[in-house]
């Protein structure tokens, strides 16, 4: 346990670190910010026609309301921490691979759950848009991170039971 | 596990078999569906009474802004989640002077509930367990909870005052670089508030039969198969 605390505090603070470096933020976390609001907004579209997105910014052409999505709310922290926590835990390379791109997809999923809500609770109360927004969807997407990495060890924990019966 | 060269071993400070503290909760199902019902309750108490759960944070942050920054700041409150820092500066015509002589004083908002959310997430996550002596065992997470976010609400504070005072503050000897701020303010408010309780979670619940039964599972194989 001290071993994984020490590897995943690690990794989290350097990828955390590098995360933040200009460049990478400039050609890895901006434009995939970018591509989070096109997709949003492309899965709002069907549903509603005044829905455009322009870069990082999604808004509404009817009510004018906009939002831009900025660090924090794209869900790459939230990615690092999971990625750190299942690099630090051991096992066989191909389970982290896995683990780290299926969680990665239901981290995103989540993500998007969340702009799109966010999009709409903003043109409807902006006092709940900020609660919700600042403090609570925060909660809900560290608490993908640890659902995902639960089950992940629940899924480890279960392979080694097979392969000790095998 | 071959591949990755070692293992995770039982830890000797994690109980196992019957000496295994024995929560409400032992299965992920179980735990998930108790947080889901408790986050909602734990966080409508924590935004009525939020200057109360973030009070020791901000006092520890007052302390730490009073002996770090002496020639900057002047006094720190706290009112309806809000930390009020204000300085010993003011403004005029762009220049930033005595606030004595500038017949102004400047002061910065915190919103100490960016950081206290961390608390009402880790009740949630604490009770969701059903631990027995639950309301004691909350108190040492608590505090490190409340050291954390005061740590959150002074890198807060430290990045106001780099954006506002811009090189009057930055040019100060006991101010580090302006990267340093910036790291340790997004950390801070970005990571530390939604991944701290996670983190004391699992380590105060390591022995409980959900957690030791997926930590230590080749220990127990038996308890995997909640």
């Given at each position: 346990m001290t071993r994984f605390a020490i590897i995943f505090a690690v990794l989290l603070l350097t990828l955390f670190t590098v995360e933040l470096l200009e460049p990478v933020q400039r050609m890895v976390v901006q434009p995939f910010t970018g591509l989070l609001a096109d997709i949003s907004a492309a899965l709002m579209m069907p549903f509603d026609g005044y829905v455009q997105s322009s870069g990082r910014i999604i808004s509404h052409r009817e009510t004018g309301f906009a939002v831009s999505i900025e660090a924090g709310c794209n869900g790459v922290e939230a990615a690092i921490v999971l990625i750190a926590a299942v690099l630090a835990y051991p096992a066989p390379i191909a389970k982290k691979a896995i683990a780290i791109g299926i969680g990665f997809l239901a981290i995103q999923a989540l993500n998007i759950l969340r702009i799109i809500s966010l999009f709409y609770i903003g043109q409807w109360n902006l006092d709940l848009f900020t609660w919700t927004h600042l403090y609570l969807w925060p909660v809900l997407i560290m608490l993908d991170v640890l659902v995902v990495f639960l089950l992940y060890l629940r899924h480890l924990a279960r392979q080694e039971v097979a392969s000790s019966y095998a | 596990m071959p591949e990755s060269g070692w293992r995770l071993k039982p830890d000797a400070k994690i109980p196992q078999g019957k000496d295994r503290e024995d929560e409400g909760v032992k299965t992920l199902r179980s735990f998930i569906l108790h947080v889901l019902a408790l986050l909602p309750l734990s966080f409508l108490l924590w935004y009525a009474i939020s200057d109360y759960v973030a009070a020791p944070a901000y006092l520890l942050s007052g302390v730490i802004l009073n002996v770090w920054l002496p020639d900057v700041v002047d006094e720190v409150t706290l009112r309806n989640g809000t930390m009020m820092v204000s300085t010993l500066f003011g403004e005029v015509n762009g220049a930033f002077i005595d606030a004595y002589i500038a017949g102004n004083q400047l002061a910065y908002p915190v919103d100490t509930r960016l950081q206290s959310y961390a608390i009402p997430f880790y009740v949630a996550l604490h009770f969701a367990m059903r631990p027995k002596q639950g309301l004691s065992r909350l108190a040492w997470p608590l505090m490190i909870l409340w050291l954390v976010l005061g740590l959150g609400l002074v890198a807060t504070s430290a990045k106001n005052f780099m954006l506002g005072l811009g090189t009057t503050f930055?040019?100060?000897?006991?101010v580090p670089t302006a990267d340093a701020i910036a790291l340790a303010y997004q950390f801070f408010t970005?990571?530390?508030?939604?991944l701290l309780p996670v983190v004391i979670w699992i380590y105060t619940f390591r022995g409980s039969t959900l957690l030791s039964s997926l930590l230590s599972a080749a220990a127990n194989p038996a308890q995997a198969m909640d």
């Amino acid at each position: 346990m001290t071993r994984f605390a020490i590897i995943f505090a690690v990794l989290l603070l350097t990828l955390f670190t590098v995360e933040l470096l200009e460049p990478v933020q400039r050609m890895v976390v901006q434009p995939f910010t970018g591509l989070l609001a096109d997709i949003s907004a492309a899965l709002m579209m069907p549903f509603d026609g005044y829905v455009q997105s322009s870069g990082r910014i999604i808004s509404h052409r009817e009510t004018g309301f906009a939002v831009s999505i900025e660090a924090g709310c794209n869900g790459v922290e939230a990615a690092i921490v999971l990625i750190a926590a299942v690099l630090a835990y051991p096992a066989p390379i191909a389970k982290k691979a896995i683990a780290i791109g299926i969680g990665f997809l239901a981290i995103q999923a989540l993500n998007i759950l969340r702009i799109i809500s966010l999009f709409y609770i903003g043109q409807w109360n902006l006092d709940l848009f900020t609660w919700t927004h600042l403090y609570l969807w925060p909660v809900l997407i560290m608490l993908d991170v640890l659902v995902v990495f639960l089950l992940y060890l629940r899924h480890l924990a279960r392979q080694e039971v097979a392969s000790s019966y095998a | 596990m071959p591949e990755s060269g070692w293992r995770l071993k039982p830890d000797a400070k994690i109980p196992q078999g019957k000496d295994r503290e024995d929560e409400g909760v032992k299965t992920l199902r179980s735990f998930i569906l108790h947080v889901l019902a408790l986050l909602p309750l734990s966080f409508l108490l924590w935004y009525a009474i939020s200057d109360y759960v973030a009070a020791p944070a901000y006092l520890l942050s007052g302390v730490i802004l009073n002996v770090w920054l002496p020639d900057v700041v002047d006094e720190v409150t706290l009112r309806n989640g809000t930390m009020m820092v204000s300085t010993l500066f003011g403004e005029v015509n762009g220049a930033f002077i005595d606030a004595y002589i500038a017949g102004n004083q400047l002061a910065y908002p915190v919103d100490t509930r960016l950081q206290s959310y961390a608390i009402p997430f880790y009740v949630a996550l604490h009770f969701a367990m059903r631990p027995k002596q639950g309301l004691s065992r909350l108190a040492w997470p608590l505090m490190i909870l409340w050291l954390v976010l005061g740590l959150g609400l002074v890198a807060t504070s430290a990045k106001n005052f780099m954006l506002g005072l811009g090189t009057t503050f930055l040019d100060l000897s006991a101010v580090p670089t302006a990267d340093a701020i910036a790291l340790a303010y997004q950390f801070f408010t970005i990571m530390a508030p939604a991944l701290l309780p996670v983190v004391i979670w699992i380590y105060t619940f390591r022995g409980s039969t959900l957690l030791s039964s997926l930590l230590s599972a080749a220990a127990n194989p038996a308890q995997a198969m909640d």
